[in-house]
């Protein structure tokens, strides 16, 4: 069945290092991709989120790219702050149209340090 | 807007007691879902609600859960009798009627049986 697998955590950085959380998945036809994100005390929160093959998703300094020739949507920022600190759920939805049905990761526990 | 809510927060009970948990989605959400995650593990689908209707339930684990979405607004989850495994933090997210729409969680409510 599908799946899909993050690198384990937790990683820990300091301030503006440069981050990259692995993601690969394994899926039949053409998934809809997505970063999840959860801060501290809160429900999870949609980062990004790309449709189709090549596609980058991008948001608050945040990328990923959808690369289907290594079944992969590696998360990467340049420089992370503090704030950053959370967990982190790749996930995807094969379902054509609804979204709503994901398939997770297990999360990458993200902390970073002034 | 008021966001996706989740009661309790926090729940503690006794292997084989019953608990039930709640969630109001946003107002006008057609869609509903609930998720689990166990042990830190990934977060795992359970059903969904389109509406007052289940429009997927091939998540639910056993019959010891039940689900209902009566009047098609908030949702509530029972888990009877409860088992040591079913501890985790569950999730219910909401999304409008609209293809591809986004979906919004909620903060979770952290189960835990002894």
């Known amino acids: 069945g599908n799946s899909v697998t993050q690198m384990e955590g937790p990683v820990t950085l300091s301030e503006e290092a440069f981050l990259t959380i692995n993601c690969t998945y394994t899926a039949t036809g053409y998934p809809s991709l997505f970063w999840y994100v959860q801060y501290p005390g809160e429900g999870l929160q949609l980062l990004l989120k790309?449709?189709?093959?090549?596609d980058k998703g991008s948001n608050k300094g945040f990328e990923a790219t959808y690369r289907k020739e290594t079944t992969s949507f590696h998360l990467e920022k340049g420089s992370v702050q503090v704030s950053d600190s959370a967990v982190y759920f790749c996930a995807l939805s094969d379902l054509p149209g609804n979204t709503g049905k994901l398939i997770f990761g297990q999360g990458t526990t993200l902390q970073v340090k002034p | 807007e008021a966001g996706v809510t989740q009661f309790p927060s926090h729940s503690v009970i006794e292997k084989g007691q019953t608990v039930t948990l709640r969630c109001d989605p946003i107002?006008?959400?057609?869609?509903l879902y609930w998720y689990r995650r166990v042990m830190g593990k990934e977060i795992k689908f359970l059903l969904h609600?389109?509406?007052?209707?289940?429009?997927?339930e091939s998540g639910m684990p056993n019959n010891r859960f039940l689900a209902e979405r009566t009047g098609g607004t908030y949702s509530t989850l029972k888990v009877q009798p409860a088992e040591l495994e079913d501890s985790g933090v569950y999730f219910c997210a909401s999304s409008q009627g609209a293809r591809g729409s986004p979906l919004h969680f909620g903060n979770g409510t952290r189960l835990t049986v002894t």
């Open positions: 609600f389109v509406k007052e209707s289940k429009q997927d």
């Open positions: 107002s006008g959400h057609d869609n």
């Open positions: 790309a449709t189709k093959a090549d």
